[in-house]
């Protein structure tokens, strides 16, 4: 595939005249889709998407295209032709961009992973084997992933990986049921039985009785996966630099200084260890790590390229809405074997759901305990709750309520697949709440 | 590209298979926005593809290509044949070809003015004029934004039974936003969020009175800057047809989703607090709730003859004087689950398999003029544009806030009020709708964003719906 658009974007920079500058984007997979319902299938199929967005740069002007490719080189060599017939005909009708800015050093790469995924005959018979008698619904997703990034400037950047993603849920009864979760390059049966086990257990424990709580602050210990709601509400408009100056993020009183977080927060856009490419679409670098919050203070933000260019800033490498896509909360000191003897009393709240802002200028965001939550005494696991909702500032949870964060992280890749799977991430740690307030 | 043609050259592929489809999707996409003064670069998006669905031996697989020459489409096949016959006998259901119906016809788009027909700068040129309008030379604008999303589907169905649908959509979704600060607050101020969407074409910018909207915008987000917060307390709620139309949504859309009920979306978007035993008997909302599926309203945004099964759509009522009477839920889930359903098994391109969604669904107007519902009310809030949703996975417990409100007080409207928020449940929320608006308090709104399904699907929903009067609701305020 590598080769392909390579050898397309050769083509098309053929087609440029002197005075023009292209740009390429190439996001691509072949992804085998599989979604389960009582541990039976309810649909399953291939997916093969090639997406090619042609960019034109004429001066200050510019305009783009984006391209499905049927993957038969002459019919896209073709169709990249046509395009910039089309290209050429709106710029022509464009005023200047005051806010264009192009990578000018080309910067190449090249990440490149080896395909070792399963065969369909060996994830499927895997998954069966190990959903057998239990009520499991679920999702996997598996194959390739590509992007590719050209300019007639030389610059060439290339991004493959063959990922899978198993992620399901083992049900009770009603909506009391185990999340949990199987990504990564190799796949391995026994890994999947075991995790599999795992998931067995906690369902034991919501055959207990189901506890109701009431509106109220409690002791409350958010798992990683909890706790990667939030982020993903925060991933939203926090940490972009246009967001931020425009105040419209709802850290804007982190940035400004008037707040801050827990000493304990130390928060950056890590993607030397994430899994998603380090070149943008304009064929800027992204830096292997961005520290976003330095002990609860606010040091640093996504730059897009047009951002870097509005606001005289060098741009990161962020993408054009300015969302992390690597992001990672460092560990802290609560050891993952003392976490039920610190919660003591209150809630161990395994995810969280259905997140957004109550009031976004003070941060505070409300959110759905969802799936295996359970009622602590005396540092056991009792019983598991009813759903009940929460309304509480980001600078009470993770700041003057926060008790500690767990020393070991959890890598978490998205397993979002909006019009294409994504190569985000999040490695996050646990956090221990002193009080969050619940209200219904 | 001959579809037909292309059909006809896997024919001689039914004899080993029970039934096949192929859904062809081609859309194409424009946005143009003009921020701050200055016109972001357009972009437009060009998609054609098609999705082969087969039904071998009880299973049932797909296949998804862009590649449409006769290779590509048999690739596709044996991918989704492969499918079908290795799941044979591990499927939730057992597909044979009678879950399917034959069906032939068309559906396109109303549109009077052709979005390609208004030249790029004059686009530009009603943006940028908004934008002027929204700043009006005032520093506490921080951000202003005005922009026009359009796009159009084109898809045609054939299948082995003889199905022939082909239907087309023209979808325009304008957007306004104004972001002002000023001394530590910040409020944001928009042309109804992202819900003023229709199908049609440039005629709907008039329709929806963009052009007249940004100095209103540019006044109410001043009002909100200056404004105290939201009292808390339990009141009246007055909802205006941009707030309605994320109420019925997440409680009433989602909840009435066959495939919730049936565990499909378990592990992803949720399940329903509604139960199969409560259809044609459970009271959901007062006897003035009345919520139709209708496909049939000419400019809603999701409009259309045949859903992407290839059933048949018509107006359904779901809820009857407040009684659930219907589910939405496709031919595959009405035989799975036994219940009454409508043709809303829908699909966001040839990527993306069919699955039950909401289309439009709507309030049916009632009997009170807006003055009469404000009349009503001792003590109360008029709240307008959702800007903040969550609800549980059962779509039970839900939280929603809007951008500006108005108190009401001894049936006047009052003063301005910011952070409007209302928390309450599903289940017992609609059976405290006290009054119904008049057809002339309503508005036809929609979503093109409705996320959902696995692998995830954002698709477009439409809603109508008149002023509604809600009593006896939590209503807060924000904190700053």
């Excluded at chain 2, 449940?425 to 008049?438: E, K």
């Amino acid at each position: 595939m590598r080769d392909y658009f390579f050898d397309l974007a050769q083509s098309w920079e053929r087609l440029l005249a002197r005075d023009e500058v292209g740009l390429l984007n190439f996001a691509g997979e072949s992804s085998d889709f599989c979604r389960l319902n009582g541990a039976k299938v309810r649909q399953i199929g291939l997916v093969i998407h090639y997406r090619m967005q042609l960019r034109l740069v004429k001066g200050r002007k510019h305009t783009a295209l984006q391209l499905t490719l049927c993957g038969e080189a002459d019919q896209d060599r073709e169709r990249m032709r046509t395009a910039l017939t089309q290209l050429r005909s709106s710029l022509a009708m464009l005023p200047d961009d005051p806010y264009l800015i192009l990578n000018q050093i080309p910067q190449s790469s090249e990440t490149m992973q080896a395909n070792r995924l399963p065969a369909l005959e060996e994830w499927t018979d895997s998954i069966r084997t190990a959903a057998q008698g239990l009520d499991l619904v679920g999702f996997f997703a598996a194959g390739g992933l590509y992007r590719g990034f050209a300019n007639s400037l030389g610059q060439r950047n290339w991004f493959e990986n063959y990922s899978f993603n198993f992620d399901w849920s083992l049900y009770h009864q009603g909506d009391k049921a185990v999340k949990s979760q199987y990504g990564g390059f190799d796949w391995d049966q026994q890994v999947l039985a075991a995790k599999m086990s795992a998931a067995r257990e906690q369902l034991a424990v919501l055959r207990q009785p189901v506890r109701r709580i009431e509106p109220g602050t409690y002791r409350v210990y958010l798992a990683p996966a909890a706790l990667h709601e939030i982020m993903s509400l925060l991933q939203w408009r926090s940490f972009g630099i246009k967001n931020q100056r425009t105040k419209a993020s709802p850290i804007s009183h982190l940035v400004s200084g008037e707040s801050q977080l827990s000493p304990e927060i130390f928060l950056s856009e890590d993607v030397a260890n994430g899994l998603a490419p380090d070149f943008d679409s304009f064929g800027f670098r992204k830096p292997p790590q961005l520290r976003l919050i330095h002990e609860g203070r606010h040091v640093g933000a996504l730059v897009s390229a047009r951002s870097g260019a509005e606001y005289g800033l060098l741009p990161s490498g962020s993408s054009e809405d300015e969302q992390p896509e690597s992001l990672a909360l460092e560990g802290g000191q609560l050891q993952a074997s003392q976490v039920l003897k610190e919660l003591d009393q209150g809630l161990y709240i395994n995810n969280l759901w259905y997140m957004n802002f109550s009031d976004s200028t003070s941060c505070r965001m409300t959110g759905m305990t969802r799936f295996a939550c359970f009622w602590v005494e005396q540092g056991h696991i009792v019983q598991p709750i009813e759903v009940m909702r929460f309304d509480d500032s980001l600078y009470r949870i993770l700041g003057e309520h926060l008790v500690g964060l767990t020393e070991d992280t959890e890598m978490i890749p998205s397993h979002s697949t909006y019009e294409a799977r994504s190569t985000d991430s999040c490695r996050l740690p646990g956090a221990l709440i002193k009080e969050m307030r619940l209200t219904l | 590209m001959d579809t037909k043609a292309l059909f006809a050259s896997l024919e001689s592929m039914a004899r080993t298979v029970d039934y096949f489809e192929l859904r062809f999707v081609n859309r194409f996409q424009e946005n143009v926005a003009v921020r701050q003064g200055v016109l972001e670069p357009p972009s437009r998006i060009e998609d054609q593809g098609c999705m082969v669905t087969v039904y071998a031996q009880g299973g049932s697989g797909y296949g998804a290509t862009a590649d449409l020459s006769h290779k590509g489409l048999m690739k596709a096949f044996e991918a989704a044949r492969e499918r079908a016959l290795y799941t044979q006998n591990w499927t939730v259901w057992p597909f044979t070809a009678d879950l399917v119906s034959r069906e032939q016809g068309h559906f396109h788009s109303t549109v009077r003015r052709a979005w390609r027909t208004v030249p790029l700068a004059d686009k530009v040129a009603l943006l940028e004029g908004l934008n002027r309008k929204l700043h009006q030379g005032d520093p506490r604008f921080v951000d202003y934004v005005a922009g026009l999303q359009y796009r159009r589907l084109e898809m045609r169905l054939l299948s082995s039974l003889g199905s022939d649908i082909e239907q087309s959509f023209d979808m325009v979704t304008p957007h306004m936003v104004a972001t002002v600060h000023n001394q530590g607050v910040t409020e944001m101020r928009s042309f109804g969020g992202y819900g003023v969407c229709r199908q049609g074409g440039f005629e709907i910018l008039d329709e929806v009175s963009f052009a007249n909207s940004a100095e209103r915008i540019h006044e109410e987000a001043l009002e909100l800057l200056h404004a105290p917060n939201c009292p808390t307390g339990v009141m009246d709620l007055l909802l205006a047809p941009d707030q309605m139309i994320l109420q019925i949504h997440e409680s009433i859309g989602h909840p009435l989703e066959i495939d919730r009920i049936l565990g499909d979306e378990r592990n992803y978007a949720g399940t329903s607090f509604v139960t199969p035993e409560m259809f044609g008997r459970y009271q959901y909302g007062s006897d003035l709730l009345n919520v139709t599926f209708d496909p049939e309203l000419e400019g809603e945004f999701a409009s259309y003859a045949f859903d992407d099964a290839g059933t048949r759509a018509k107006k359904t009522y779901l809820i009857k004087d407040g009684v659930l009477v219907a589910g939405l839920g496709g031919q595959l889930s009405q035989r799975r689950s036994g219940l009454p359903g409508v043709a809303s098994a829908r699909s966001v391109s040839w990527n993306r398999p069919p699955i039950d969604r909401m289309a439009n669904i709507n309030i049916e107007p009632g009997d009170a003029s807006f003055g009469d519902m404000v009349a009503g009310v001792e003590r109360g809030i008029y709240m307008q544009t959702n800007c903040s949703w969550s609800i549980d996975d059962s779509r039970n417990k839900f939280q929603f806030g809007c951008e500006y409100a108005r108190l009401i007080e001894n049936g006047r409207l009052g003063p301005v009020v910011r952070k409007p928020n209302y928390r309450g449940i599903s289940a017992s929320f609609w059976r405290n709708l006290i009054r119904v608006g008049d057809s002339t308090t309503g508005d036809v709104l929609g979503t093109p964003y409705c996320g959902k399904g696995e692998p995830n699907q954002a698709i477009a929903v439409g809603h109508a719906s008149p002023t509604c009067l809600f009593s006896q609701v939590a209503v807060f305020g924000g904190e700053g």
